[in-house]
């Protein structure tokens, strides 16, 4: 008897996704947080969705669970504000099974009080399989008043169910009447089940805003000036109803502590650092009230703006804010711990940045960003637009290690020079508490090294008081080294309270080309305690060759020797640095060691490309 077995390959007709990615920048898709990380010398792509991870080649596809992720293209980077790669990536995301896309069309967003409304829904299967089970609501506040044939009187809006075969479609039509003065924002939203999985989808978002019978504005002259200087403040109103007037019930203006009006309009009070004003507007008017102030001492404040309207029987409130400084800089330092206390190895997000809270372009800023937790830099004639910021850190990284709780800080300075010539100062400090991180393991390499080759003998020992499970150990090297012999990573399953053994052992060979006389190996723990929280800790080593072994000569008088952790190797243990680890989180071991392993653990000609 013959049998047949058919391979049918999944044809992904839904693309959910399509755009660029950036280097270790999060980005969501079908509600799964992603992460990307590229590696030009490879031509791969690491991409985290979830807890999964897999390694997608440029201009090749790579499937987890029912998505397939497909990189069209990649592209190097630095980013060069911080120095930290700022490569590019264009991504595609394609699902299969049946998908639904809303096309929502609305008549008027910006409609008078009762006007009516049309909203047009057209819902259609854009996916490869038969859509079953479809919902679709739209709802609305109770100040809405919907008309339509698929109206729902408890959400107070539409509902319909169904099925819908492949590219069928089905239209919705129904109206609104707004009967108060809201802004409100509004999405369709659509829900299937497939795989006994239910998938939602959302429209795009609409706001809608009932217009008021009168338009308001203000603006502001300069938010930050030099001491005496004016600024200028204008308050703008216009009736837009032409049958009734526009009361001014009250208009009151707080000025930062220490300010003084230099100047304003008539019908304008002023007592202080308060202005106000009452009065109203016919219809159709419009009216404009303006005052300049200034303060002769170091001020930072807000001015705060409160109006009180009122047309017919219908009462309005609005209320204006901005940040006032006088002799302080427009540019603004600022920093970020998230958390702002860790256990030592744990994820840590830094944020450290300065920005342009002023209105006008700033130039010739000097920068300086110094601290215990990154390395010290600097930046020169860097030049900011209003509003524009500028990163002097910003990674997800890991908090060093501690025996003990240590506190850690950066500190952002600099200086630049306004118009009038004057040089303005800015700084700014922030600390993190960095929680004593367990112990679980002590790494001890041995070295024997014969010439052009090094063999690597590593043995670990478990410190903590109970056992450790899910143990896994990894080596890396420069690049251009090649492991040619044994292996240089473990998966252990649990290791026991006390117990020592030899992870493993294995030759590396230094390049022909190489000069240097030492060399750095890293050896990298990663395992859980027994609240199954997952410890990443790295120790470096530093291993002697001596210059012949680079140069090519010598070799054979070269005298092979056993070398022991003590006398060939600085470090010290600590975290894992790199930056795709730095967006992991508890709980995936087993999946991203086998990433890993799979980055270094392949035949020489293959590894040296992720080293």
């Given amino acids: 008897m013959l049998m047949f077995v058919l391979l ?35 031509k791969k792509v690491s991409m985290l969705a979830g807890t999964d991870r897999v390694l997608v ?14 990189i069209d293209s990649a592209a190097e980077g630095i980013n060069e504000e911080t120095g930290d790669p700022a490569s590019t990536m264009q991504l595609r995301v394609l699902q299969s099974g049946p998908d639904i896309d809303i096309d929502r069309s609305i008549s008027d967003d910006e409609p008078n009080l009762n006007e009516e409304v049309v909203v047009t829904v057209t819902l259609t299967n854009v996916g490869n399989e038969r859509a079953t089970n ?47 003065f809201i802004t409100y924002e509004s999405a369709g939203e659509a829900s299937f089940i497939f795989n006994n999985k239910v998938n939602k989808v959302k429209s795009s978002t609409t706001t809608f805003e009932v217009q008021k019978p009168y338009k308001i504005s203000d603006s502001i002259s300069a938010k930050s000036i030099d001491l005496g200087e004016e600024i200028t403040y204008s308050l703008k109103m216009n009736n837009t109803d032409a049958t009734q007037d526009l009361t001014i019930n009250k208009v009151d203006i707080t000025l930062p502590e220490g300010s003084v009006v230099s100047y ?81 190895g744990g994820e840590l997000e830094i944020e450290a940045k300065i920005t342009n809270n002023g209105e006008d372009t700033v130039s010739d800023i000097s ?27 910003n990674k997800i990284t890991n908090a060093p290690a501690s025996d003990e709780e240590k506190t850690y800080f950066i500190k952002l300075s600099g200086s630049y020079a306004r118009a009038s010539g004057k040089t303005m100062k800015f700084e700014a400090t922030k600390e993190v508490t960095v929680l004593p991180q367990e112990k679980l393991v002590e790494m001890s390499p041995v070295f024997k090294v014969d010439g052009k080759e090094v063999n690597v003998t590593l043995s670990i020992k478990n410190v903590a008081p109970y056992k450790i499970s899910y143990v896994s150990l990894i080596d890396t090297f420069p690049k251009g080294f090649q492991a040619i012999a044994g292996s240089r990573d473990i998966d252990i399953e649990e290791l026991g309270i006390g117990e020592e053994r030899t992870a493993y052992s294995y030759v590396v060979k230094v390049p022909d080309d190489y000069k240097k006389d030492t060399f750095e190996i890293t050896h990298i723990f990663n395992g859980l305690n027994k609240d199954e929280e997952k410890i990443m800790t790295e120790k470096k080593s530093t291993v002697v060759i001596g210059a012949a072994a680079g140069s090519g000569a010598g070799e054979d008088e070269e005298a092979a020797a056993d070398v022991g952790e003590a006398d060939n190797t600085t470090g010290e243990e600590g975290p894992v640095a790199a930056e795709e680890d730095g967006v992991e989180k508890p709980g995936i071991f087993s999946r991203m060691w086998r990433w890993i392993k799979g980055l270094f653990s392949k035949d020489p000609a293959e590894e040296d490309k992720f080293e």
């Avoid at 992904?12 to 280097?23: I, L, M, R």
């Avoid at 919907?146 to 590219?167: D, K, M, R």
């Avoid at 400084?325 to 958390?339: A, L, N, R």
């Avoid at 390395?375 to 637009?385: A, D, I, T, V």
Wanted: aromatic share 12%; net charge negative; proline share 3%.
């Fill in 57 to 70: 080649s440029v201009e090749d596809c790579e499937d987890i669970g029912d998505l397939k992720y497909c």
């Fill in 367 to 393: 920068l300086d960003m110094t601290g215990d937790i990154v390395e010290p830099r600097g930046w020169r004639k860097l030049e900011l637009e209003p509003g524009k910021k500028h990163y002097a850190f």
């Fill in 134 to 180: 479809v919902n679709y609501e739209d709802k609305f506040p109770s100040s809405v008043k919907v008309s339509s044939t698929y109206y729902n009187v408890i959400t107070n809006g539409v509902s319909w169910a169904g099925s819908l075969n492949v590219g069928a479609s089905q239209v919705l039509t129904y109206k609104l009447r707004f009967q108060e």
């Fill in 8 to 42: 049918l390959e999944i044809v992904y007709a839904s693309e959910v996704f399509n755009g660029e990615v950036k280097d270790n920048v999060p980005f969501t898709v079908n509600d799964i947080t992603h992460v990307a990380r590229y590696y030009p010398s490879a």
């Fill in 264 to 344: 304003r309009d008539m019908g304008l009070d002023a007592v202080g650092n308060k202005v106000s004003y009452s009065g109203k507007i016919s219809g159709a008017g419009s009216k404009e009230l303006s005052f300049r102030f200034k303060s002769s001492k170091v001020t930072q404040g807000k001015l705060v703006a409160d109006v009180d309207l009122r047309v017919g029987t219908k009462s309005f409130s609005e209320k204006f804010e901005h940040d006032v400084g006088f002799g302080v800089s427009e540019i603004v330092p600022e920093i970020t711990f998230s958390p702002e206390t860790v256990k030592g």
